[in-house]
């Protein structure tokens, strides 16, 4: 099972990373699924959409959770909801440049990108994308289906719900909690707990209005 190829569910950029920092550790990738024909990943071979996993028998392939973006967190989680209810797997990707402490504790189908920096004491939920120099320090906590975006710093004991998006370059000081499926903008400086489903942003950032 270990040396089982990969697939790759979803053909857009954050599918790209991920075939790149995949071959980085030498895995052997299957191919991709997308329901869209000209979906271009290059040198990975499009398998066609998500039916293609129909033929594969689950214990034979690990998955990969290819989707990304901000608006998706819905769509990335029910791929992998609805994958792992049918027995697959998914598996973690760590760059090989990440900076990670030794007790971290991290779920299933969590993706480190390159650059990251994730201290002691933090856990990172199942499904959670911590992207392209991120900065995580002590005693974060981070639940399934979340998106930190790439160069967003969080200071200490920052505890973040499920299906968040931490928008690009935020900041967030020491012990804010943010509550389910909130959307935080980029460039904003959290200084403030937020309620669950509340999109803010700004310096410092403020509510905007409910995300649903
Ligand atoms: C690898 C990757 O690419 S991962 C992707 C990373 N990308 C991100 O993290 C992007 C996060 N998205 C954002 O920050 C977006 O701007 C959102 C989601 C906050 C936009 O929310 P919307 O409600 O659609 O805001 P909208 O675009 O209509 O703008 C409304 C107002 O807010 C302002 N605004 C929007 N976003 C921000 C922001 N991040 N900071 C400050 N002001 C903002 C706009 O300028 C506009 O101001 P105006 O009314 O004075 O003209």
């Keep these: 099972m270990n040396n089982a190829p990969v697939i790759i569910i979803g053909g857009g950029?954050?599918?790209?990373v991920l075939a790149d920092c995949l071959r980085l550790q030498s895995c052997r990738i299957m191919g991709f699924t997308?329901?869209?024909?000209?979906?271009l990943i290059p040198g990975v071979k499009r398998l066609g959409d998500d039916s293609f996993l129909q033929q594969v028998e689950p214990s034979q392939v690990h998955l990969v959770n290819g989707i990304g973006s901000v608006r998706s967190l819905e769509l990335r989680k029910n791929i992998f909801d609805r994958f792992k209810a049918l027995g697959f797997h998914f598996i973690n990707i760590i760059h090989p440049s990440v900076l990670i402490a030794n007790d971290v504790d991290l779920a299933e189908g969590t993706q480190i990108m390159a650059g990251a920096i994730i201290q002691p004491g933090c856990q990172i939920?199942?499904?959670t994308i911590v992207n392209t120099k991120v900065s995580l320090d002590h005693d974060c906590r981070i639940s399934a289906h979340v998106h930190i975006s790439p160069g967003s710093t969080l200071?200490?004991?920052v505890i973040i719900?499920?299906?968040v998006h931490i928008g690009a370059g935020s900041t967030l000081i020491q012990n804010i909690h943010i509550g389910a499926q909130s959307l935080i903008g980029a460039g904003s400086v959290v200084i403030k707990d937020v309620s669950p489903g509340q999109k803010v942003f700004g310096v410092p950032a403020k509510v905007k209005e409910a995300t649903q």
């Design 13 to 16: 950029g954050h599918a790209k």
């Design 155 to 157: 200071c200490g004991g």
């Design 34 to 39: 997308d329901w869209d024909e000209t979906a």
């Design 161 to 163: 719900d499920e299906s």
């Design 125 to 127: 939920g199942c499904n």
